[in-house]
C-alpha cells in the first residue's frame, strides 16, 4: 500500500459535508434529543446544516442515532422552511459507538468525495467565515489533515494540542490525562475537521475502542495519520467562542448569550437603538427598520418584523408579529398578530394570534384582543377583551366592555361599523352587529342587533333604542 504521507492533495475536488448528530445527549437531562433543543429559535442542527448548505458541498451527510425517526422528520419537514436548498443523506448509527464510530458508518457516503468536512452537530456557533477560510486554508496548504482550533483563557475540559516546534500537530491530549505542562496549553481542539477522504478511510479502520463504553475516537485518527507520515495541520478561529459546544442546559444558556449578542450587534449596526443590549433578546429571524428603539426587556420571537421609527418596550414581548412603521408598543404582548402604522399597543395589553389593527389603532392598559380587526384610528383604551370582533374605522370602545364570543360550542363575530361609540361596561352578546354611528350607552347587554346612528340602552330585561338628536 502507498504510504500515506506521499499521497497529493489534489486540490479542489468533490466535497462533502458530514455532521454527527447521532449522541443521546444525557447530561441535558431531557427525553428530548440535544439536537432538536432550541437555541434563537431554531433547533441547534439548524445553524450545523445551514453552514454546510452555504458552503455549497457536493453532498451533506447527517449522521443520526438517539430518536432517529423524530430526529429525521424533525428535519425533513423543515428543510424548505429553513431554506436547506441541497439534498440531506441521513445515515443511521445504530448503537452509538463514538465519534470514529459515526463516522465508520458514513464510509459509504463519503467514499464519493474528495475531502470531507466533519462537523459535531452540537456546535451552532461556528461561522461560515472561520469554516469557508479552513476550508481554503486547507486547499492552499495542500492538506491531508486540517483541524480547527481555538486558545480559550480557561481551556478545562477540553483537549489539548500539543504542536512540535515547527507547528504541526502532534497529538490531541485530553483533559483528564493531561499533565500538568499540557494542562497550561491555551489551544484546544474544536471536534471540527477537513479530511482528505482516502486518508480518512484507511485511519478510520484502524481505530480501537477506547474507554469504559468501549468507544472510537475520531481524534485517534490524527495520530495514525501522522505514522504513516502524513502532516496534520491546524487552523487557528480568531473567535475562540465560537468552538464552543453544548452538553448540558448551561451551556445552552451561554450559546443563546452568545448568539443573542450577534444579533443585537446586528440590528445596532443597521441603525436601531437598543438601549440595553443585556436585557433585550432577538431571535434569528427578526427584523426591525432603522431608526427603532428597543427599550430594557425587550423580547422579539420567531419571524417577527418590526417596522421604522417604532418604540418597543419596556417590557414587552412580541412573537411571530407584523409591527408596521411609527408603531409603540409598552409592558404587552403581541403572538401572531399585525399592527399598523401608528397603531399604539400599551400598558399591559395581550394582542392575541390573528389579530390586525390599525393604521392609528390604540389598544390600552389590561385590554385583550383576539382574532379581531380594529380599523383605522378606533380605540380600545382599556379593561376591555375584544375576540372575534370586526371593528370599522373611528370607534371608540368604552373601559370594561366585552364581547361575548362563545355561546359554549361555537364561536361568534361582532361586527362594529365606522363612529360608533361603545360606553363603558358594556356586554356585547355575539352574533351582532352595530350599526354604522351607533351608541350604546354605558352598562348595557346587547342581545340584538343596533340600527345605524341609533342610540340603545339596556336595563334589566328591556333593550331599548331611540333616535339620537
Known amino acids: ?37 432550541k437555541l434563537g429559535g431554531k433547533p441547534l ?17 447527517l449522521v443520526i442515532g438517539h430518536q432517529e ?20 443523506h441521513f445515515i443511521v448509527q445504530k448503537a452509538p459507538s463514538g465519534s470514529g464510530g459515526a463516522v465508520l458508518d458514513s464510509m459509504s457516503f463519503l467514499k464519493k468525495y474528495q475531502t470531507a468536512l466533519v462537523m459535531c452537530g452540537d456546535s451552532p456557533l461556528l461561522t461560515f467565515d472561520t469554516l469557508y477560510a479552513m476550508l481554503s486554508h486547507h486547499r492552499a496548504d495542500k492538506g491531508q489533515v486540517t483541524m480547527l482550533t481555538a486558545r480559550l483563557a480557561n481551556p478545562k475540559g477540553y483537549g489539548r494540542v500539543v504542536r512540535a516546534p515547527t507547528g504541526e500537530v502532534l497529538r490531541i491530549v485530553e483533559d483528564q ?22 486518508l480518512l478511510v484507511d485511519a478510520v479502520k484502524k481505530l480501537k475502542p477506547q474507554g469504559d463504553k468501549h468507544e472510537l475516537f475520531l481524534t485517534d485518527c490524527l495520530e495514525h495519520v501522522r505514522s504513516h507520515g502524513a502532516r496534520v495541520g491546524a487552523f487557528v478561529s480568531s473567535n475562540p467562542e465560537e468552538i464552543l459546544g453544548i452538553n448540558n442546559r448551561l451551556q445552552l444558556a451561554g450559546a443563546e448569550r452568545v448568539l443573542n449578542r450577534r444579533a443585537v450587534e446586528r440590528l445596532m449596526l443597521s441603525g436601531v437603538t437598543v438601549m440595553d443590549p443585556a436585557h433585550t433578546y432577538v431571535d434569528l429571524d427578526v427584523e426591525v427598520a432603522q431608526d427603532t428603539v428597543l427599550l430594557p426587556g425587550t423580547l422579539l420571537l420567531g419571524k417577527t418584523k418590526i417596522g421604522k421609527e417604532c418604540r418597543i418596550g419596556p417590557h414587552t414581548l412580541i412573537e411571530d408579529s407584523s409591527v408596521g412603521n411609527g408603531c409603540e408598543v409598552a409592558f404587552s404582548q403581541v403572538r401572531g398578530a399585525r399592527l399598523l402604522e401608528k ?13 390586525v389593527a390599525g393604521p392609528r389603532a390604540k389598544i390600552g392598559n389590561f ?28 370607534v371608540n370602545i368604552g373601559a370594561g366592555t366585552i364581547t361575548c364570543n362563545y355561546d359554549g360550542k361555537t364561536k361568534h363575530k361582532t361586527i362594529i361599523g365606522a363612529k360608533a361609540f361603545v360606553g363603558s361596561n358594556v356586554t356585547l352578546v355575539a352574533p351582532v352587529k352595530l350599526g354604522r354611528g351607533a351608541y350604546v350607552a354605558a352598562g348595557s347587554t346587547i342581545v340584538k342587533d343596533v340600527s345605524e346612528g341609533k342610540l340603545v340602552f339596556a ?7 331611540k333616535t339620537r338628536k
Open 1 to 37: 500500500m502507498e504510504p500515506i504521507g506521499n499521497r497529493p492533495n489534489k486540490g479542489a475536488g468533490p466535497m462533502a459535508v458530514l455532521i454527527l448528530a447521532a449522541g443521546q445527549g444525557t447530561r441535558m437531562r431531557s427525553s428530548e434529543p440535544k439536537v432538536l433543543h
Open 177 to 198: 490525562l493531561a499533565t500538568p505542562k499540557e494542562a497550561a496549553i491555551n489551544e484546544v481542539n474544536s471536534g471540527t475537521y477537513c479530511f482528505e477522504v482516502a
Open 459 to 465: 336595563r334589566a330585561k328591556d333593550q331599548v333604542e
Open 69 to 88: 425517526e423524530l430526529v429525521r422528520k424533525t428535519i425533513s419537514d423543515s428543510l424548505k422552511e429553513w431554506g436547506i436548498a441541497r439534498a440531506v
Open 367 to 394: 385590554s385583550e384582543v383576539k382574532a379581531s380587526r380594529i380599523g383605522f384610528g378606533s380605540k380600545v383604551p382599556h379593561l376591555s377583551y375584544i375576540g372575534d370582533a370586526e371593528i370599522a374605522e373611528d
Open 45 to 61: 442542527i439548524y445553524y450545523l446544516l445551514r453552514l454546510a448548505n452555504a458552503l455549497k458541498p457536493t453532498g451533506i451527510g
Open 343 to 355: 397603531t399604539l399597543v400599551g400598558p399591559f395589553s395581550n394582542i392575541r394570534p390573528e389579530t
